[in-house]
């Protein structure tokens, strides 16, 4: 894989990575979500509070549909469209900062670590930039597109970026050099962004197959079978890992034990959606156009929300509050302990994107090629 640099040396990009405060964790706060999902583990929740009656503050358009999710930090929104741009925003008034232009469309959710912006394209390539001005640090290639948001791990000291690829592989990335530590193979295509968790990372693609692997090394430690494939991230929460597969079924896996802890099956539609671990709760859109409250233990369900169209959006939970879009063109908010809805905005066309959630806002974008802003005026 090729790596290519456009700064004067890596003292620069040491820089842009030390004032981040990854050497201690990048700790998600009420002020920031600097990655899809909000964590490294992918859990989709925060502590940040939201109105129960949110308003629109502004939009943004961009030149094409915006299918990837935000990230959040230091003020600034970074969202990518399928007119090829990554954009940053300012998040008080989503006027735009700038603007990074890649070959094909930006699918993937950004990865922020300190003031570096990681992404995948369409056109193959993970992209680091400088979060204050866009301009370009490295470009790593692998075999084909990119779709899922890019995570993080620290290993002996360094930062390493872990994405996956449509080239069926896994790949870990120096974020300091933009060169390759390692390249694990699925054997088949990766939709979804990796789950870390200390020193592992767990990921499901096309190959219909669970992969526990080491971050250090990329060697694989487990492997379970998923049944079918899995489109979109899974969530690891009380050593536990939660996600869902095309072909109906929602699964809970024991990774203490090495086995299924349960399934959960109600119609035949699968599960694109990512979920998000709240407590003794887990949460998931569905293509029977519902969101699914489950309990972790044994995978019952508490309740069900129906939308009008299939739910691809990924549910983010901001205390007692869920919020979510539907391919309906509504975003939702409904209540977590009940799941009836609190609140919804019509934005007329299909929403894929997942929200960014900080205190008072979140960041949401649609098929209508526009970013939006609700939250307390």
Known sequence: MKTSWTMKGAISLAALLCGSGLHSGQAQTTDTWPMFRGNPALTGTTSAKLPAKPALLWTFKTGGPVKSSAAIAKGRVFIGSDDGHLYSLDLREGKKIWAFKTENSVEAPPLVMGDLVVFGSVDGNLYAVSAKEGALVWKYATGDKIIGGANYARVDGRELVLVGSYDNHLHGVDALTGKSNWVYDTGNYLNGAPAVLEDRAYFAGCDAIMHVISVRDGQQIQQFDAGAY????????????????????????????????????????????????????????????????????????????????????????????????????????????????????????????????????????????????????
């Open 230 to 377: 899995v489109p979109g991230s899974m969530a690891i929460a009380g050593n536990r890992a939660f996600f869902g597969q095309a072909e109906s079924a929602f699964l809970c896996v024991d990774l203490a034990k090495g086995t299924n802890a349960w399934t959960y099956k109600d119609k035949l539609f699968g599960y694109f959606s990512s979920p998000a671990v709240a407590g003794e709760r887990v949460l998931v859109g569905g293509r029977d156009k519902r969101l699914h409250c489950l309990n972790v233990q044994n995978g019952q369900a508490f309740w069900t929300f129906s939308a009008r169209g299939k739910v691809d959006s990924s549910p983010v939970v901001a205390g007692d509050q869920v919020v979510v879009g539907s391919d309906d063109g509504f975003v939702y908010m409904v209540s977590l302990s009940g799941g009836k809805q609190i609140w919804s905005y019509e934005i007329g066309q299909s929403i894929n994107s997942s929200p960014a959630v900080v205190e008072g806002r979140f960041v949401i974008g649609s098929d209508d090629h526009s970013v939006y802003c609700f939250g307390a005026q």
